[in-house]
């Protein structure tokens, strides 16, 4: 009789992606910051940052959703 025996390591598929911000481009209307507070704050130069670049799996609907409120389309994520 074959047993099968299936083990998943935790770390082997963990997908990672990568935020890119057009910062200059940035008119701090806080959009991003208010779809998406874990990862998105105002800098005290007036306009948003993401407090990390790359994400897990985890955190991409949240950020996606920045992504696509940000009325200068300067949020990109691969
Ligand atoms: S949504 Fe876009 S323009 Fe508005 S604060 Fe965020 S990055 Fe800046």
Redesign the pocket.
């Known amino acids: 009789m074959a047993k099968e025996k299936k083990e998943k390591k935790g770390t082997l598929s963990e997908k990672s992606y990568k935020i890119a911000?057009e910062h200059e481009?940035?008119?701090?209307?806080?959009?991003?910051?208010a779809s998406c507070p874990s990862n998105?704050e105002?800098g005290t130069d007036g306009?948003?940052k993401p407090i990390k670049t790359k994400i897990s799996e985890k955190e991409l609907a949240c950020n996606k959703e920045?992504e696509s409120?940000?009325?200068?389309?300067?949020?990109h994520i691969k």
Do not use: F, M, N, T
Request: proline share 5%; charged share 10%.
């Open positions: 911000q481009k940035c008119i701090g209307c806080g959009a991003c910051v998105w105002l306009k948003a920045a409120v940000c009325p200068v389309q300067c949020i």
